[in-house]
């Protein structure tokens, strides 16, 4: 085996490796870095930059008012892969954004829905020494046509502004999406969601890598979520 050959086994070795150790850590507490990249799916509804720096996006800020429904404590941690090695990547600045319990955006008007200058269930953290970065938020909500999931977005700031490095949805276990909507204020909107497998983004998006499993935690639950990116 010649240099490069070795040198290439032990970056993909590497990379398997982390792959194996994030899928088969259940725990909030035991997140491991993402060496396999993470798949892009499309924005979708409805990314607004807020500059809303905050890890508790439950409420809205200009009125204090919390969204109901169960706590999400939601772990993200982002590693960039560069010439088939994979490190933690500090200063990334994470956005993510989802509806509420009855299906409903902030900061848009949409059907007789308007929520134009409200800005819950929105924001973004910065991402540490190690990568992460923490919110608490609820559990999402559904609308026709889609599964139940998180947009999020991963960017880099400079000079010249903030650079997109990806952006994805994140899903749910549906074992789990099935426990929590027997619980208020889910259960009145029980059935109708859309299953995993039927959504369309899902399916052609790789939407089985951007699965969550949620567990619980307190009074809701916890769900841990590593994120690989390609770095120039």
């Known amino acids: 085996m010649n240099r490069f050959d070795q040198t290439r086994r032990e970056a993909l070795i590497k990379l398997a490796a982390g792959s194996l150790a994030l899928s088969t850590s259940p725990s909030w507490a035991r997140i491991t870095p993402n060496c396999v990249l993470t798949p892009e799916q499309t924005e979708g509804p409805y990314f607004v930059d807020t500059q809303l720096q905050r890890s508790d996006i439950r409420s809205d800020p200009r009125t204090g008012r919390m969204r109901a429904g169960l706590p999400l404590q939601l772990q993200l941690q982002v590693t960039g892969i560069q010439a088939g090695q994979c490190r933690a990547l ?9 509806c509420d319990a009855a299906g409903v955006y902030s900061e848009v008007s949409a059907g007789s829905n308007d929520t134009t200058g409200q800005q819950f ?6 991402t540490d020494q190690l990568g992460k970065v923490n919110f608490v938020t609820i559990y999402p909500g559904w609308y026709p046509g889609r ?3 998180i947009h999020f977005k991963v960017r880099t ?9 990806l952006t994805s949805q994140l899903y749910f276990d549906e074992a789990v999406t099935q426990r929590v909507y027997q619980r208020p204020p889910y259960a009145q909107r029980a059935t109708g969601y859309q299953s995993n497998e039927r959504d369309g983004i899902y399916r052609s998006g790789q939407g089985q890598q ?3 499993r949620p567990e619980p935690q307190g009074q809701g639950y916890a769900a841990v979520f590593g994120i690989g990116l390609m770095l120039s």
Do not use: M, N
Not at 157 to 165: M, V, Y
């Open 90 to 98: 500090p200063g990334a600045i994470v956005d993510i954004w989802h």
């Open 121 to 126: 269930l929105r924001g973004y953290q910065i």
């Open 157 to 165: 700031a400079s000079r010249a502004g903030k650079a997109e490095l």
């Open 210 to 212: 951007l699965l969550l």
């Open 147 to 149: 599964a139940i999931h």
